[in-house]
């Protein structure tokens, strides 16, 4: 099978939905089918271009069997609403004549965002006579109109529009968590047209990966505290400065630290916010390549998560397999109805509080401090659970979906 992937982020980005969109293509690719790839430039989440890339309109790399076919896309140097509007236009421009470029391919699976990748699946999915497979990472419009990133501009219900249209030409509409999947089946899409496509992990590889010493090693500032960490994007929908706040009441702790570790949009805030608090243990560290992140997750005590209330309750971090697979002691802090909390909770694979609630998150601390033998169950049962999301069980029955499709 000819098998095209396209997705505004690919390897060597390795975070968010480029892990999946290149994972999925090289497995792809390793059970015999011939996959392109049609990507940009890498940038994320540095949201840098590599000095080698800048200026360039287009290029053809290799990559484990893979062509991957990359072509201009716009970083702009400070985040906006209008700036990303730029960004997925330029991607989506040069994309369609990478599509051309590509040539026929029998099926077409797509990782959004952005929306409007759907609509120009769509396109050749009717030019080829292919069959469209849309999985959604992120429900970009939901998101934004409830962080209140977009206000009422006309251009919200064209976007709105364009969505529904690609989810329902689509063959199959897929997606990493039933609530997710919920939302899209509002907008009117069918059941049988609907699959749940989690996002995956390759739980031997990950549990193995990281030395013990490393991460402390290489900051040897916290080389005998505590440390309480999230390392990841740092966007408005993290809502991070609950850590600020949780550190503020362990200010005089000298034997902890609060890290927050990434880059994203949020970021200047946070540091201006954390600035005007002056905690003595909380500190801010750039982000990390794969092997000093898989360092930090081993040397890290706890792993932290949150999740504002306003993004919604159906967003499931993919960034928790791998916190898993390392049997670390999860903590989140996330709104009840939302679907990581209830994963979290009702599967005790971690502790968790009320988004915001920095009394309950205090102690909890405070507790795990004071006892942490009595946390260590949940190690064992977040190691245990994601097992059922290893590369081979989620990719397998998803390409035997893919096959059901093709012949029909």
Wanted: net charge neutral.
């Amino acid at each position: 099978m000819k098998i095209l992937v396209s997705s505004m982020t690919f390897a060597p980005d390795h975070s968010g939905i480029s892990l999946y969109a290149t994972d999925f293509a090289t497995y792809a690719a390793e059970q015999g089918h011939e996959v392109t790839a049609v990507t940009g430039f890498s940038w994320y989440p540095k949201w840098v271009k590599r000095p080698e890339d800048k200026g360039k309109l287009f290029r053809t790399d290799m990559y484990k069997n893979i062509k991957v076919l990359r072509g201009y896309l716009y970083v702009p140097k400070k985040v906006t609403t209008l700036t990303r509007m730029v960004q997925e236009i330029s991607f989506i421009t040069f994309a369609f004549i990478n599509f051309l470029r590509a040539g026929k391919h029998d099926t077409i699976v797509l990782f959004t965002t952005p929306i409007n990748l759907g609509l120009m699946g769509t396109l050749f999915q009717k030019l080829w006579g292919a069959k469209l497979i849309i999985n959604v990472q992120d429900l970009q419009l939901d998101a934004a109109k409830s962080l209140g990133m977009v206000g009422k501009l006309p251009i919200v219900e064209i976007m709105n529009g364009i969505e529904k249209y690609s989810y329902k030409k689509a063959d199959l509409t897929t997606s990493i968590s039933t609530g997710m999947l919920d939302l899209i089946k509002r907008k009117g899409i069918e059941d049988e047209k609907i699959y749940l496509w989690p996002n995956w992990i390759d739980v031997a590889e990950a549990k193995d990966k990281g030395l013990q010493g490393k991460f402390r090693e290489k900051f040897p500032q916290y080389r005998d505290k505590t440390i309480i960490g999230y390392a990841g994007n740092i966007g408005i929908k993290q809502g991070l400065s609950v850590l600020i706040d949780l550190s503020e009441r362990f200010r005089d702790r000298d034997d902890l630290t609060f890290l927050i570790i990434g880059q994203g949009g949020d970021l200047d805030n946070l540091k201006s916010y954390a600035q005007q608090k002056n905690i003595p243990n909380l500190h801010f560290i750039d982000f990390l390549n794969q092997e000093d992140y898989f360092n930090f997750l081993t040397d890290a005590d706890i792993v932290f998560l949150s999740q504002k209330k306003d993004s919604g309750d159906v967003y499931f971090p993919s960034k928790l397999l791998g916190i898993m697979a390392k049997a670390k002691l999860i903590f989140i802090s996330a709104d009840k109805d939302s679907e990581i909390y209830k994963v979290i909770t009702h599967n005790e694979l971690g502790i968790s509080s009320e988004f915001g609630d920095i009394d309950q998150m205090e102690s909890l601390l405070t507790k795990y401090l004071k006892k942490q033998h009595d946390f260590e169950i949940y190690k064992s049962n977040a190691y245990n659970y994601v097992h059922q999301f290893d590369r081979n069980i989620v990719i397998k029955s998803f390409l035997d979906q893919v096959h059901t499709i093709s012949a029909n």
